[in-house]
């Protein structure tokens, strides 16, 4: 099994721009957030230590993030080490520290924003093992009007969780090019799947789990229950306003900590 590389800038990013506009959509009246630093972190074990930094979304802001915020001062520390960021670009802050972020340990983010101290923590889960699939291929059934179509074979993906952890399944594109499996009532352009598997050991693909032709790679991410919470409540809108989740006090956002494994051969869904 290999390690994952920069999944959560390309594939959970999705989840913080909406936690910002939820998060701008509170009914509690009695704090002001819009002055409130939203935090998006994910620490990975072996790899440098990215967090960025930006205001709340308003409601009417179309920007795809709130104004990012420069000149802070962030400290990360693992309990017993404390080493500080440096801002590579507005509101981007980095350790270029590789060694720094190890399989196991606490973590901890501070920093002060408006005279107020910003902190956060998380716990490196325990690294994913066992993952499988039933076959390396999908195959989907062609429907033709007027015959009798081809039974779906199913593929499972099954890993080995007998503590109940949460884990999140991606399925990442790896063709440049894109063939639609079904063109009928589908505007969605995104190519990469991620599915919530709800604290199991396996889950069961369908024929609706992809849109598209081609060789994905698969990866089994192990997250802590700020993530899970972040991502159920991604179906808040406003007709269902309620307060977004945050592990970060006197901020909004995540700081999270995730380990991979991943599949050393590509999953390939291909048509009948």
Not at 11 to 38: H, M, Q, Y
Not at 49 to 61: A, F, N, R, W, Y
Not at 99 to 122: E, H, M
Not at 177 to 198: G, Q
Request: proline residues 4%; aromatic residues 10%; contains cysteine.
């Amino acid at each position: 099994m290999v390690t994952l590389y920069n999944t959560p800038k390309t594939v959970f990013r999705g989840i913080l721009l909406l936690l910002c506009l939820f998060a701008a959509c509170k009914k509690d009246t009695t704090e002001n957030t819009s002055i409130l630093p939203v935090v998006e972190a994910y620490l990975l074990p072996g790899k440098n230590v990215e967090v960025k930094i930006s205001l709340q979304k308003g409601l009417v802001d179309t920007n795809a993030y709130g104004v990012p915020i420069s000149g802070l001062a962030l400290r990360i520390s693992d309990g017993t080490v404390t080493k500080t960021l440096t801002e590579a670009k507005a509101g981007q802050y980095l350790l270029k520290d590789s060694t720094f972020i190890k399989s196991t340990g606490v973590y901890s983010l501070q920093f002060t924003y408006n005279d107020l101290p910003v902190t956060a923590s998380t716990t490196m889960p325990d690294k994913p093992s066992g993952l499988t699939v039933s076959k390396d291929t999908v195959i989907i059934p062609k429907f033709t009007f007027g015959t009798t179509p081809t039974a779906f074979i199913p593929v499972t993906v099954a890993w080995t969780n007998s503590g109940s952890y949460n884990h999140i399944l991606v399925f990442k594109y790896q063709e440049t090019w894109k063939s639609l499996i079904s063109d009928r009532f589908n505007r969605d352009t995104t190519t990469s799947v991620e599915l919530n598997t709800v604290q199991t050991s396996n889950y069961e693909l369908s024929m609706n789990t992809f849109k598209y032709y081609g060789r994905y790679k698969v990866i089994l991410m192990r997250v802590n229950t700020e993530y899970v919470e972040m991502l159920n409540n991604s179906s808040t809108s406003s007709h269902n306003l309620t307060n977004a989740p945050t592990n970060v006090k006197n901020g909004l956002g995540i700081f999270t900590a995730m380990q991979a494994d991943t599949l050393k051969y590509n999953l390939l869904v291909k048509a009948e």
